[in-house]
């Protein structure tokens, strides 16, 4: 049966893209997403919050000079609402705020176009935004940038994330006292009375649920009655920072799910991008997926999970997408390819070179080695070559660049010193490259604190999220440090997987055996 075709109603206030299949209301100009309706819930968002608070791009941005990773808060909100396409087939809006000198001070320097764009037979939509900085503005710092959605707390309570990483979630309220008990930081909290018991003595932590760029390809939630779920793909990591080993959050309690575009999280002020007075500056963040899926009555809501990860698949797939209108989204046919083989040369291992199996190879702005973990301004573009150490990168953005490689089981990071300028339709091979562990997963974990455990991570390969395990540290070596003598040790055992203070100095012993 044929879907129907889109259509767009402008009102006072708001307006209203609708395919059929989901209706995504806005307020105009401001470009909040105030409503959902979808599969016969009026407003998948939380109605309860102000319109401000649904569903939102925000940033948290500071003065030029400034330090740290914190600063001033700002949900964008535009100040002119224009219709950019308007067909049967797609609806893109636009939403722009453009910066004002006499706010100097007041407002970040940036003029942000955000834009949402819904399809004909599509069940989600998508947004990306545009940043830019001009050359005779004031500098400024950008600790953060994202879109943020607040579900309805009476109907989402499952979080998915990965196969292994999902679980029904604490209430909002159990976090607040009585019911919970802040622990060493705001974000952790002991669950002291939950509403559901079962969930008593847990650790409710928001930072248990990040995880690496090169998996935040899908999060969201399901809610049992009815059987519907929001998630949010991210098909392309390009315009991330900090590379594919870079963590970041993904959804929480609240319900709350996060497109992360840039943040310190995890990295600190390396990974807050610090602009100068006059230094021209744009980038496109996104586009993401909002999708939403539904089950018949009595058919198993979690199967909506492997649907949605269907889902991802098809966008991952359809990446560069066709219908994004930005001039500053290059399409496929703008973008170029690079491919070779990278191989290793260490004479303590094997006189011959090494394929780099599952080596992080990537395309990021020229710099030094190890750059590419500190990058925060512009665009990457990752791989992990195969076996026998083949990659090939795909639609790369046109500009110039470093290829870098990290490769697991091999210390320190390689770069090629040749600038690699990347042309519409270019297809570079490489050949071979030879680099002359970033994990510390094969180290001790210790098991947490009974009183502070997430039983989702109770025998989970990343159990390391559990809340408090550095403080594990002095109780296992509670009247000195730990010895590790090397070719006696067994690291598995006897080196404790993250360094970490104590109340007393902490030292690290090794002793070489022959």
């Given amino acids: 049966m044929p879907t129907r075709g889109v259509q767009l109603h402008v009102q006072d206030r708001h307006v209203v893209m609708d395919n059929g299949i989901v209706q995504v209301t806005m307020s105009k100009p401001e470009g909040i997403v105030t409503g959902i309706r979808y599969n016969g819930i009026d407003n ?59 706010r100097e001070g007041k407002l970040v320097p940036l003029n942000i176009d955000k834009r949402f764009v819904l399809l004909r037979g599509s069940s989600g939509f998508y947004s990306y935004a545009i940043y830019e900085h001009l050359t005779n503005w004031p500098g400024f710092n950008l600790g953060e940038t994202r879109i943020a959605f607040k579900l309805r707390k009476d109907k989402f309570h499952y979080m998915a994330m990965a196969d292994n990483r999902q679980r029904s979630m604490p209430l909002p309220e ?18 002291v009375k939950p509403v559901e018991p079962e969930l008593k003595g847990e650790v409710d932590d928001k930072y248990q649920y990040s995880c690496n760029n090169e998996d935040n390809k899908i999060h969201g939630w399901i809610s049992m009655d009815p059987p519907v779920g929001f998630w949010q793909i991210t098909p392309s990591n390009e315009f991330r920072s900090g590379g594919p080993l870079k963590q970041n959050l993904t959804s929480h309690v609240g319900p709350t799910t996060l497109a992360m575009f840039l943040s310190a999280h995890y990295a600190g002020e390396d990974l807050v991008p610090k602009f100068e007075a006059g230094e021209a500056w744009k980038k496109l963040f996104g586009p993401v997926f909002m999708y939403f899926n539904s089950v018949m009555d009595g058919e198993d809501p979690l199967s909506l999970w492997d649907d949605a ?62 750059s590419w973990q500190r990058e925060c301004k512009d665009y990457q573009f990752w791989t992990r070559a195969d076996e026998n150490g083949y990659f090939s990168i795909n639609n790369i953005n046109t500009g110039d660049y470093n290829l870098y490689a990290s490769v697991p089981g091999f210390i320190g990071d390689y770069r090629y010193d040749v ?49 408090g395990l550095w403080e594990r540290y002095a109780e296992l070596y509670p009247d000195r440090d730990l010895v590790y003598t090397i070719g006696v040790s067994d690291y598995s055992t006897d080196w404790f997987f993250a360094q970490v203070t104590r109340s007393k100095h902490l030292s690290l012993f090794c002793i070489f055996v022959d």
């Fill in 419 to 467: 600038v690699l300028t990347i042309t519409s339709g270019c297809d570079i091979s490489m050949g071979d490259l030879v680099n002359p562990d970033r994990s510390a997963s094969e180290f001790y974990v210790p098991d947490p604190n009974p009183m502070y455990i997430n039983k989702l991570y109770v025998n989970h390969p990343d159990r390391f999220r559990q809340y």
């Fill in 44 to 102: 998948m968002l939380e109605v309860l919050n102000d319109e401000s608070n649904r569903g939102y791009w925000d940033l948290v941005w500071n003065a030029p000079g400034s330090t740290g990773t914190t600063g001033i808060f700002d949900v964008i909100k535009g100040t002119s609402f224009e219709v950019i396409t308007e067909t049967e087939e797609q609806l893109e809006l636009s939403f722009t705020r453009t910066w004002d000198p006499s």
């Fill in 309 to 370: 990860k269907l889902q991802m698949i098809t966008e991952v797939q359809s990446w560069p997408y066709w219908f994004p209108a930005s001039e500053d989204y290059q399409k496929p046919d703008q973008r170029g390819n690079v491919s070779g083989r990278l191989l290793v040369q260490d004479r303590y291992a094997s006189d011959n070179y090494i394929s780099a199996n599952g080596a992080y190879v990537g395309l990021a702005p020229p710099g030094d080695a190890g």
């Fill in 174 to 191: 159990d976090r607040l006292p009585p019911r919970g008990q802040q622990l060493a930081y705001p974000e952790a909290v002991l669950l």
